[in-house]
């Protein structure tokens, strides 16, 4: 099975956009905690969110079919191709079955959102309560991009509350704070 190593040289091969490359970092971070936490694989569920928008750039009309078939093709599970194609139900018609695809759906909105959180506040992750997302998530100006309805169909297809799923990628991006470059210390600079 291709391992993490094998999955950077392809992000850096088809994405070359760093604040892409900094979200599939980011989701890749939460998937693998929620891996933790659902008694799943850390090292395949991290494929998944690391792997999830690989052809975004290359092939955004018909993303993620054009990644999922090349990464077929390469060997990788067919539980990571699944949750992929399943981030993208509304396109793809595969709907989530698993805990990593349900899982994926709900870290890829919010994830992203989180780190949007992270940017505008002086100590980044550091400090950062799920209080002050639930904020932001209201003012409908931030991070207008982030679908609402998507995280909160996430946040319905895991079962659990909104604030515990906001706390658990907070902890998840806390960990992987300087990788990501939300820190206080990286935004001080």
Not at 120 to 140: A, F, I, M
Not at 142 to 150: D, I, N, Q, Y
Request: charged content about 30%.
């Amino acid at each position: 099975m291709p391992d993490r190593n094998d999955a950077l040289r392809l992000l850096e091969e088809w994405v070359k956009n760093e604040g892409l490359k900094k979200h599939m970092f980011a989701v890749e971070a939460a998937v693998r905690h929620y891996a933790g936490l659902r008694g799943g694989d850390p090292d395949v569920w991290g494929l998944a969110g690391l792997l999830h928008d690989l052809d975004w750039e290359k092939h955004p009309e018909r993303h993620p079919l054009e990644a999922v078939d090349y990464l077929r093709s390469q060997g990788y599970p067919e539980e990571v191709l699944h949750a992929i194609l399943a981030h993208r139900s509304d396109f793809t018609g595969v709907e989530p079955v698993s805990d990593l695809d349900k899982v994926l759906v709900a870290c890829d909105e919010l994830s992203g959102f989180v780190v949007a959180a992270c940017l505008v506040r002086p100590n980044g992750v550091d400090d950062l309560e799920p209080k002050s997302v639930v904020k932001k998530l209201k003012d409908k100006t931030f991070a207008a991009g982030v679908s609402r309805e998507e995280v909160e169909r996430g946040v319905a297809l895991i079962g659990i509350e909104r604030a515990e799923h906001i706390k658990n990628i907070i902890e998840a991006l806390r960990a992987a704070g300087i990788e990501l470059g939300i820190t206080a210390k990286d935004l001080a600079r």
